[in-house]
């Protein structure tokens, strides 16, 4: 009986201890890592395992998405052993064309401002934007300095003020920008951005939501929900048919073993009733490997002192 009993006990340790190890081995929802204002945002699964930095960049080195790793493993997460990675080299969120109100009689050349453009209109030149607060939430709770935590939830809530071109001007920032990028896994990070007029400004182009298209795809397709409305190469200048309204831009290689869907939310906000002249198109790619959103082009949107306009969207990496 007494060898029994402890052949009977000996199970129950090793049960325990297996079960103990499965709880250690399974996939977080999310693995969120915070170094110096690097911050890593883990998607860990079975399949595909995603990693996205979001920290400083660009000339304006406003916090912003900076970098997208894939790797083949969990254990080469864990040693951080990635298949590929993409630094980001231009705007996830869109810079403007704006200047204040009492500068559209000066006439001035148009450049974009914010985002990863310079005083030269590109990347490059003196910034025109600069982030002035960050805030990390995990699980709902405010975060500061250093961490590396598997949550539920994260959303980082950034701020950023952004210059017109006429800025040699009047010395003035225009907008205050907040970005607040939110996530609960399945390789899915939403984004809201809410624009407030910080003097009478008139936005004269702005795209909103955006993507660096990078090596891994080489079609984009124009979505109205469930339904195709165009496909095109990766490579060439493509849009969607003029009127019609498309709310999602799907990136893909030829089997569709990689995929990056970016999703408007086209009911509500800017994106509900954007601002563009009837030959415009709700979406577009160029050949030098970006899609766009059209939220406003062609239409001029005049913002007054402390009013703010706001979209949101999402970007999922790899979805079934």
């Known amino acids: 009986m007494k060898h029994i009993s402890f052949t009977i006990a000996l199970f129950l340790i090793a049960f325990l201890g297996s079960c103990q190890n499965e709880e250690i081995d399974q996939p977080a929802v999310l693995r969120v890592k915070n170094y110096e204002g690097h911050l890593h945002i883990g998607f860990l699964s079975e399949g595909k395992n995603l990693e996205l930095g979001l920290y400083a960049c660009g000339v304006n080195q406003l916090v912003a998405i900076a ?19 993409f630094g980001a ?47 990390v939430f995990i699980d709902d709770q405010i975060q500061d300095g250093n961490f590396n935590k598997d949550c539920s939830t994260l959303r980082v809530e950034v701020t950023n003020r952004i210059q017109g071109y006429d800025y040699s001007q009047i010395g003035k920032e225009l907008l205050q920008e907040t970005v607040v990028y939110s996530t609960k896994g399945n390789n899915t990070l939403e984004v809201q951005v809410s624009i407030e007029a910080l003097e009478d400004a008139v936005i004269s182009r702005y795209y909103g939501l955006q993507s660096q298209n990078y090596a891994l795809f080489d079609s984009v397709s124009y979505w109205l929900n469930e339904k195709v409305v165009s496909r095109a190469a990766i490579i060439v200048d493509s849009k969607c048919p003029v009127g019609e309204k498309v709310n999602a831009i799907v990136l893909s290689d030829k089997i569709n073993s990689n995929q990056l869907r970016l999703t408007l939310d086209t009911s509500v906000g800017l994106a509900a009733s954007p601002y563009l002249s009837s030959g415009q198109p709700r979406a577009f790619s160029a050949s030098y490997r970006k899609s766009y959103f059209n939220l406003v082009n062609g239409q001029e949107l005049l913002l007054k002192k402390g009013q703010t306009i706001f979209w949101k969207g999402s970007y999922c990496w790899d979805s079934e």
């Open 67 to 85: 970098q997208i790793n894939y790797y083949a493993s969990k254990q080469d997460y864990l040693q951080g052993v990635a298949s590929s990675r």
């Open 89 to 135: 080299c231009t705007d996830w969120v869109g810079p403007y064309f704006v200047c204040a109100e009492s500068s559209k009689k000066l006439a001035l050349p148009q450049k974009f401002t914010g985002g990863w453009h310079g005083s030269n209109g590109d990347g490059t030149g003196q910034s025109t934007a600069r982030t002035t607060d960050v805030k």
